[in-house]
């Protein structure tokens, strides 16, 4: 029997990098989706603690597919108390339409946060990202993930590259890590040929304001990159201006640890 992988993502279960990952994953793995209903980006690990969530059949995929109405964590919390008869072999959370680097990203990102609730269910856990140049990131949000062709033939081949990563790193990981971990994959816009995948830390940013006035006592999402501040080790931004595939490993049960002086 072939191992089983719970997915889910933040842009929605109609999107297009969503279906491409998990035709590329389907080659070796079982797949079931949770996702959410409508896109949840930028809603870090959100809970729908204030409102019921509808849960549907979603019979228009090739897989055992759910559309949660809630956050990404809603979706893989509800999928694996609720929904599976038995727990997967690991949660994959993507591919997300933009990166998710930078320490400011990570925590803000619903696509991480898929992840992260799989992990803090003992389980191997790993978000997907794929940058997009600025000039067409706003219609390939609107077009739910589809691409011009040329583009569409480098997210297959990232979706492939990612889906032997993650088959790589569960053959070698322990059954079970005390740790809450994310496997956080960021790929470029255009990668090196051949692939080099390369250990990342997440960039530190100077952050820059978010938001902009769009009329008196009002402000709009305004999105800027922030400036990077210098740093010893080689960042997941770095790694993804040099067109390498960023591989940071996020230990977010370190957070609770005293330091050791």
């Known amino acids: 029997m072939r191992p089983?992988?719970?997915?889910?993502?933040?842009?929605?279960?109609?999107?297009?990098f969503l279906h491409t990952l998990a035709r590329a994953l389907s080659g070796s793995f079982d797949i079931t989706?949770?996702?959410?209903?409508?896109?949840?980006?930028?809603?870090?690990?959100?809970?729908?603690?204030?409102?019921?969530?509808?849960?549907?059949?979603?019979?228009?995929?090739p897989w055992p597919a759910w559309t949660i109405d809630g956050t990404p964590t809603d979706c893989i919390n509800i999928a694996l108390g609720n929904l599976m008869p038995a727990p997967p072999a690991a949660v994959v959370s993507g591919i997300n339409i933009g990166y998710n680097t930078t320490v400011p990203l990570i925590y803000s990102s619903g696509t991480v946060a898929g992840?992260?609730?799989?992990?803090?269910?003992?389980?191997?856990?790993?978000?997907?990202?794929?940058?997009?140049?600025?000039?067409?990131?706003?219609?390939?949000?609107?077009?739910?993930?589809?691409?011009?062709?040329?583009?569409?033939?480098?997210?297959?081949?990232?979706?492939?590259?990612?889906?032997?990563?993650?088959?790589?790193?569960?053959?070698?990981?322990p059954p079970q890590h005390p740790d809450a971990i994310v496997h956080n994959?960021?790929?470029?816009?255009?990668?090196?040929?051949?692939?080099?995948?390369?250990?990342?830390?997440?960039?530190?940013l100077q952050e820059l304001p978010f938001y902009r006035e769009i009329r008196p006592g009002v402000y709009g999402f305004h999105f800027q990159h922030g400036e990077e501040r210098?740093?010893?080790?080689?960042?997941d931004r770095e790694a993804l201006a040099r067109g390498w595939v960023s591989h940071g490993i996020l230990?977010?049960?370190?957070?609770?640890?005293?330091?050791?002086n």
């Open 4 to 16: 089983r992988l719970l997915m889910t993502n933040d842009d929605g279960i109609e999107s297009g």
């Open 33 to 61: 989706i949770a996702a959410p209903a409508s896109e949840q980006s930028w809603i870090g690990r959100a809970v729908s603690r204030h409102r019921e969530v509808t849960v549907e059949r979603h019979p228009e995929l």
């Open 115 to 173: 992840a992260l609730e799989g992990a803090f269910w003992g389980l191997p856990a790993f978000a997907v990202s794929q940058q997009i140049p600025d000039d067409i990131f706003a219609e390939v949000t609107r077009s739910k993930g589809r691409l011009p062709d040329e583009w569409q033939a480098t997210l297959e081949e990232n979706a492939t590259h990612a889906a032997d990563l993650i088959q790589r790193l569960l053959h070698a990981a």
């Open 185 to 204: 994959l960021n790929y470029p816009a255009v990668p090196q040929q051949p692939y080099e995948t390369v250990l990342t830390v997440p960039a530190a």
């Open 230 to 235: 210098a740093d010893s080790q080689l960042t």
């Open 251 to 260: 230990n977010f049960s370190a957070l609770g640890r005293r330091l050791n």
